[in-house]
């Protein structure tokens, strides 16, 4: 249905912590648009450096008009080659934009191929850190904290120091589970690497946005919620059951 106001939101989220972006719009087979319409929907609303990978015609210079470098290079030699597509990508110069049918598998090959080619691996600290991005709860009411390792490695029974929500001293708790999640199911691990998402148990006091290791506080957040609400339950209620 074109660029809806919680993907500009999210635009800006990108825009705002600098994450090189791919487009994936999905549902085109129950779409009344076509590419060229949503082109200009995501050229007008997103940025003027959303490109359509798909379409192959004049697909080199329509990568290279987002760049004058680039461009000049291409006047040259009729081509764009693939270092400057990463690092145009990788600088957020160019959005390479793909389309398909998510639920039909459609689209999505060449997707994951562009994903492969023109994408560069981060290198990351070796020293331990990691972001705290969510805090859950399993079925039997076990506390999980979601986090992305941004440096080193995390073992299982490994010690972490941290400050807890809400404390002014340090205290110190070991990782008692490491979880890979697919959905709502998961395999265990014994370790986790740098740039790697996980969820982990044995954490207590561990908040959203929080820092781990050499990983510094997060800033004021971006976002934040308009409407915070609490149930208050009767002694005698058990709170699963409701």
Known sequence: EGVQ???ETLWQLLERYNVPTFIFITKMDSSSFDNEFLMRDLNTHISSSCVDF???DDLSERIAMV???VFERYM???EVSEDDIMRLTAERK??????GSGLKMEGVAPLVDALERYTVN???PTDFAARVYKIGHDTTGGRITYLKVTGGKLTQRQLLKYIPAGA???????????RLYSGAKFDTADSCIAGQVCAVTGLSGTYAGQGLGTEPADSQPYLEPVLN????LPKEADPRLL
């Open 94 to 99: 160019l959005f390479p934009c793909f389309f």
């Open 54 to 56: 798909c379409t192959g």
């Open 122 to 124: 981060k290198t990351y």
């Open 5 to 7: 106001a919680h993907t």
């Open 168 to 178: 002014d001293e340090e205290t110190e708790e070991k990782i008692t589970g490491i």
């Open 76 to 78: 040259d030699s009729g």
């Open 67 to 69: 760049d004058e470098e």
């Open 229 to 232: 609400y609490r149930i208050v």
